[in-house]
């Protein structure tokens, strides 16, 4: 069984640009998570999805996020315009059912210059 | 407000000692609890979780943990670190309706 995937695996962009990063998750997983990861903290939330409804942004700072989930698989997490306290990883993730454990993919770390 | 700590920020431990790691959490009810760990460029991996009976779990790669109500405590334990241990471990709570808090992480060094 294939794991989520996310692509481009990393990304180097100049500041002011605009950015995207996509997400597969595991076949028949309703709930896709995209998290944030700075360097030496945990994950933090920033959106979540049931199919293709978008159930928790409130930590997206939505005046340069968005994401969207066509159809309720793939997911896309766009910037726009970057900034350099957006460097981070970029985590998706995605569950089959309430509180059961996340899958991960592998992340892609941006760096903003 | 929920919330996950972790007081250990670096532990450095020698090969084939025991191991533990520490994570308390903040939450009015019991929350489903979760170890993750994370090696260098990779996403997060389930060790173990606990949702409710038996509060000794195990879980993968020889770890466990234990959860006490009492501390609002859920410690992650291993007797004998091999050196494939050397990662970043994560401790996280799920709260209803699929939201998760993770603390900000223990890196583990292993020694030969």
């Known amino acids: 069984e294939a794991g989520v995937v996310q692509s481009p695996r990393y990304k180097i962009i100049e500041k002011k640009q605009p950015v995207a990063f996509w997400c597969n998750p595991i076949s028949g997983h309703n709930t896709l998570y995209w998290y944030r990861q700075n360097l030496g903290q945990g994950p933090e939330l920033l959106i979540r999805y049931e199919n293709e409804e978008a159930v928790d942004d409130s930590q997206l700072p939505k005046d340069r996020f968005s994401a969207e989930r066509l159809k309720g698989v793939d997911s896309t997490l766009k910037i726009q315009p970057a900034e350099l306290g957006d460097s981070a990883v970029y985590l998706c993730a995605s569950s089959l059912a309430t509180n059961e454990k996340l899958f991960f993919g592998s992340g892609t770390q941006l760096s903003v210059l | 407000a929920q919330s996950v700590t972790q007081p250990d920020i670096h532990i450095t431990v020698s090969e084939g000692a025991s191991l533990e790691l520490r994570c308390n959490y903040s939450?009015?009810?019991?929350?489903?609890l979760f170890w993750y760990v994370q090696s260098p460029g990779q996403g997060l991996q389930l060790l173990l979780k606990?949702?409710?009976?038996?509060?000794l779990v195990q879980g993968i790669k020889g770890f466990e943990a234990e959860f006490k109500r009492s501390q609002s405590s859920f410690n992650l334990r291993k007797p004998s670190v091999h050196w494939s241990d050397a990662a970043e471990y994560f401790c996280?709570?799920?709260?209803?309706?699929?939201?998760?808090?993770f603390g900000t992480g223990t890196s583990l060094t292993v020694i030969p």
């Open positions: 939450y009015g009810a019991t929350p489903y």
């Open positions: 606990y949702f409710s009976g038996d509060t």
């Open positions: 996280a709570v799920g709260v209803g309706g699929n939201q998760f808090y």
